[in-house]
């Protein structure tokens, strides 16, 4: 076989389980040792793996801020940041090697159903700005939202601002009004679960919370690829 991710020759090892159940044999031995799944000890919050189950230190200041302590129930993750999950999203995110979200599917539809018993949740991806729309060609997070099979609705507008990327995590942190909301009544007492492709600071997703909260929303959780 050749691996999907580093494109090398390997020999898999092939299982009825591995077939049905996941993701393993698609890949090659080196990079399955670097896709380091999320599934020891979290913070109860923002689902960042750490040595114990207390709030982390940037959940502890989320709820320090009167108008955003209530706004997020959790957020999940299905893996880990590290060298070599930033090479994998740059060819996903920024590169266009969009089929590279496939492969990871069913581990996105197992970590999903596993972190919420919400009985009828519904997505809503994170948008990107129309400037950075056209400069990519397509949402990752609307891409990554489609995989899990469930309804997704795009009531959020993103407003053009700087690359994160490009700026510090204070700044992050500091920054509001990202987003505007076009379809208020369509999210009107629902149990909403936005989706991205990466935690980092939780500045994208508090802000898109806050305003499907303020908005009528029954609870906003979040899920993404990646927790950094």
């Keep these: 076989m050749i691996c999907p991710i580093c494109e090398g020759h390997f020999v898999a090892a092939f299982t009825w389980k591995s077939l049905l159940l996941s993701n393993d044999d698609i890949f090659c031995i080196a990079c399955k040792d670097h896709l380091v799944k999320i599934h020891h000890t979290i913070c109860p919050k923002c689902g960042r793996e750490q040595s114990n189950n207390q709030l982390c230190r940037d959940c502890s200041r989320w709820n320090e801020r009167p108008d955003f302590s209530d706004v997020l129930v959790k957020n999940r993750s299905v893996y880990a940041y590290n060298d070599f999950m930033k090479g994998v999203l740059a060819r996903f ?24 018993s919400i009985k009828e949740p519904v997505l809503i991806p994170i948008p990107l700005s129309k400037e950075r729309l056209k400069e990519r060609g397509f949402n990752q997070s609307a891409l990554l939202a489609s995989l899990i099979g469930m309804p997704v609705l795009h009531p959020l507008v993103k407003i ?22 076009k379809q208020s009544d369509a999210i009107l007492q629902k149990d909403i679960v936005l989706i991205d492709d990466i935690y980092t600071t939780g500045a994208t997703i508090y802000d898109a919370a806050k305003i499907l909260k303020d908005a009528g929303a029954k609870s906003v959780s979040s899920f993404t690829l990646i927790r950094s």
């Excluded at 090697?97 to 972190?115: G, M, P, Y």
């Excluded at 994160?164 to 700044?171: I, T």
């Design 93 to 116: 995110k920024f590169r266009g090697d969009t089929a590279l979200a496939e492969l990871f599917k069913r581990d996105i539809r197992a970590v999903f159903k596993r972190s919420f």
């Design 160 to 181: 053009h601002q700087s690359k994160q990327s490009k700026k510090s995590k204070n700044e992050r942190l500091d920054q509001k009004g990202l987003f505007q909301l």
